[in-house]
């Protein structure tokens, strides 16, 4: 007998805004193991969550099988599984882009430059909101997808992805857009690792002979890229010399996005 479920279970339907047990310790689950900073054990899921041992193993099976997490064999341990960061790959980011648009706009009110959000989706970025300086033309990115291996923001997200994800996502031809687009995968690799060590990334006329910018990517609690910032503007505005202030600057605005993310 299954002492742990509720006694109507079985005759009636949940009420509005009512949780359904099962649902909801799966959910409880999946959020315990996406929020833990390294794999995690039954055993410490099961703490966290106040759960016992075998409701745990039963609802970590079935969130396996659908690929919503997955179990290293060797360690026993889960972390989140590709289904589950498919699905969020497919989220709506208009939520989060209202949350943080005021940061975006202050931001470009203090550089007098473009400040752009960008998502993932699928396997690519897609600018989901963009602000600009007061009085300061600037073409519209919104809804536009970007090369990863030209962009700043592209070559961010990179640097976070983990080397397998990144071999997915990149075409095996890495197409030249300017004379200064790197379209050898040594030297992009070996930019990515810099990424890594500075913190943000650059695009000096990689995409555009004309655009510079900078990126810094907003990492969740297992240093995945969940979103991207992107300060850019004509190269005449966002020269070289700026460049270490305004990445400064997108990583000062990637770190309060995450605050208001969590």
Same mark, same amino acid.
């Given at each position: ?41 039954? /055993? ?10 075998? !409701?745990? /193993? ?8 659908? &690929? ?6 060797? !360690? ?39 400040? !752009? ?23 519209? /990115? ?17 640097? /976070? ?37 500075? &913190? ?38 966002? !020269? ?23």
């Amino acid at each position: 007998m299954n002492t742990e479920r509720s006694h109507g279970e079985h005759t009636r339907p949940a009420a509005a805004g009512e949780a359904v047990q099962s649902v909801d310790r799966a959910v409880r689950l999946l959020k315990a193991v996406s929020s833990s900073a390294e794999p995690v054990t039954i /055993w410490e899921l099961a703490r966290r969550c106040n759960l016992n041992r075998t !409701t745990v /193993w039963r609802l970590l099976s079935t969130l396996e099988l659908h &690929g919503l997490v997955e179990r290293n064999p060797d !360690t026993q341990r889960y972390h989140v599984g590709y289904e589950a960061i498919q699905i969020a790959a497919a989220a709506d980011y208009d939520g989060l882009a209202r949350r943080v648009r005021p940061m975006l706009e202050r931001t470009a009110a203090a550089t007098g430059e473009s400040v !752009t959000l960008a998502a993932a989706h699928r396997f690519s970025l897609v600018y989901v909101d963009q602000a600009d300086p007061p009085s300061v033309p600037a073409p519209n /990115w919104i809804g536009r997808s970007l090369p990863l291996h030209a962009t700043s923001s592209g070559k961010v997200f990179l640097a /976070w992805l983990p080397e397998a994800e990144r071999d997915a996502v990149l075409p095996p031809h890495l197409e030249a857009y300017t004379d200064r687009t790197i379209t050898d995968r040594a030297l992009l690799d070996q930019e990515l690792a810099e990424i890594r060590v500075r &913190g943000y990334s650059t695009c000096l006329g990689e995409l555009e002979d004309h655009s510079n910018g900078v990126s810094a990517a907003v990492l969740n609690r297992m240093k995945r890229p969940v979103v991207v910032v992107n300060v850019w503007g004509p190269a005449g505005r966002v !020269t070289r010399a700026r460049i270490p202030t305004l990445g400064r600057t997108a990583l000062s605005l990637a770190h309060e996005i995450s605050l208001a993310h969590e």
